[in-house]
Every structure is written in structure tokens, then in C-alpha cells.
């Protein structure tokens, strides 16, 4: 079994009922955007590159998906390239009075975690997270990967999941 197996055997063991997968669908990408807004905070600047702590997450958890898989690494990149390319433009466009875009930030980091918790509460689980933290980087890619299956792509993958972390529950 690969590493990318076991971390999305391990979340999806939190995650069956498609009730609670549905609030993932919104919640997490919430999240994602709301570090995004959250962390860029222009620490260095070479040319047009801006340093900052949005910056640094995106290098890091791309790394991090790339060793678990290539092309789904690939495609988390992109994502997160787009998060930290949109909280850029935002906030290069955002009065200089940066407080309200930190507000935007905060305001959709709790409404993304109200969703998570409310798919836990149909679930009957605690988050993934809880156990292990290194659910918090899995979650958006959990979320892309079922997107896929979705789609019809990487039903293998699909069925290793089904077969340890069990059937999904409609709820």
C-alpha cells in the first residue's frame, strides 16, 4: 500500500456519509482560500515575487503532495497556485486599510469550519484531525480526490479506499 493510499484510507475512515462529504465540498476549499487571505502577509519582495507566509504553505504542502503522488501533487499545485495567485490579487487591490480583507479572511476560515462540523455531526465522528494532525493537509486533498472519483477517474484508487475504510453511507 503508498503512503498516498494509507493517508486517504486513514481520512476516509472519518468521512463516508455523503452528507458529511458534501460539507467538505465547501467547507474545506473555505479553508484553503481563508489561510490564503489569512497568511499573505508580505514579509519580502524580489521583483514581482512577494514573500510571505501564504507563499511558504503553498511551497510546502505542494511538496508535500508530490511525494505522496505526482500528478495529483500536480494538480494540489495548481490548486494552491490559484489560491495564492487570487489572495495576491485581492490584496494588491484591497484599500490599504487591510483590516477588512483579514476580516474576509477570518469570516470564511468559521464558515468553512462550521460546515466541517456539521458534516462530522451527520457523520457521528470527530474530525480526522483530531486523531492526526496531518488530516488538516489531506482534507483539501481528500476533497480533489473525490472529486475525481466523481468524475469516474482513479477507480481503483476508489475501490482500495471502499474496501478498508468501508462503503460510503447515503445518510
Known amino acids: 500500500m503508498t503512503m498516498l493510499e494509507q493517508k486517504l484510507i486513514n481520512y476516509a475512515k472519518y ?6 462529504i458534501a460539507t467538505h465540498f465547501v467547507g474545506i476549499p473555505l479553508i484553503v482560500i481563508a489561510i490564503g487571505l489569512l497568511l499573505y502577509i508580505p514579509i ?4 514581482s515575487m512577494v514573500l510571505t507566509p501564504t507563499l511558504i504553505v503553498v511551497l510546502l504542502c505542494s ?3 508530490l511525494r505522496l503522488d505526482f500528478r495529483l501533487g500536480a494538480l494540489m ?3 494552491f497556485a490559484l489560491v495564492y495567485t487570487a489572495a495576491k490579487q485581492l490584496y494588491i487591490g484591497w484599500p490599504d ?13 468559521v464558515c468553512g469550519w462550521i460546515l466541517q462540523f456539521i458534516g462530522h455531526y451527520f457523520e457521528g465522528k470527530k474530525p480526522a484531525f483530531v486523531d492526526d494532525l496531518i488530516g488538516l493537509v489531506i482534507g483539501p486533498l481528500f476533497v480533489v480526490v473525490e472529486a475525481l472519483f466523481m468524475l469516474g477517474l482513479m477507480k481503483t484508487l476508489e475501490q482500495k479506499i471502499i474496501a478498508v475504510a468501508g462503503e460510503y453511507r447515503k445518510g
Do not use: I
Open 44 to 47: 519580502s519582495q524580489l521583483n
Open 63 to 65: 511538496a508535500y503532495y
Open 15 to 20: 468521512h463516508r456519509d455523503r452528507r458529511n
Open 77 to 79: 499545485s495548481l490548486l
Open 97 to 109: 486599510d487591510k483590516s477588512w480583507f483579514y476580516l474576509l479572511g477570518a469570516v470564511l476560515f
